[in-house]
C-alpha cells in the first residue's frame, strides 16, 4: 500500500509538472518572446538614437568650422580692402594737397 501511494503521489508530481512546463511553452514563451523582441527594438532605437545625434553633433562641428574659416576669410578681405581705401585716401589727399595752392592768411 505504501508503494501504491507513493506511485499516486508520484504521478501526480510528475503530472503537475508536465501540465506546469507545458503551460509555460504555450502561455509564457510567446510572452517571454514579445518581451525580448520589445527589449531588443527599444535597444536598437536607442543606439539609432545615440548614432543620430553623433552624426548631428559630427556636422554641426564641421558646419562651425566652416563657418569660423569664412569669417577668418570675410575679415581678412575687409582688412584688406580697408587698408587699400586707406592707401587711396592718403593718395588723394596727397594729390589734392599738391593742386591746392596754399591760403594765406
Known amino acids: 500500500m505504501p508503494v501504491a501511494i507513493a506511485l499516486i503521489v508520484g504521478v501526480v508530481v510528475l503530472a503537475t509538472a508536465l501540465i506546469g512546463l507545458l503551460w509555460a511553452m504555450i502561455f509564457l514563451l510567446p510572452f517571454y518572446a514579445y ?3 520589445a527589449c531588443y527594438l527599444v535597444w536598437r532605437s536607442n543606439r539609432k538614437h545615440a548614432q543620430l545625434s553623433a552624426s548631428v553633433e559630427r556636422e554641426a562641428e ?3 568650422l566652416f563657418n569660423e574659416q569664412e569669417m577668418r576669410a570675410w575679415r581678412s578681405s575687409f582688412e584688406e580692402e580697408s587698408r587699400a581705401a586707406s592707401r587711396r585716401e592718403k593718395v588723394l589727399r ?3 594737397s599738391a593742386r ?3 591760403k594765406m592768411k
Open 35 to 37: 518581451v525580448a523582441l
Open 62 to 64: 564641421r558646419q562651425r
Open 94 to 96: 596727397r594729390f589734392n
Open 100 to 102: 591746392d595752392p596754399k
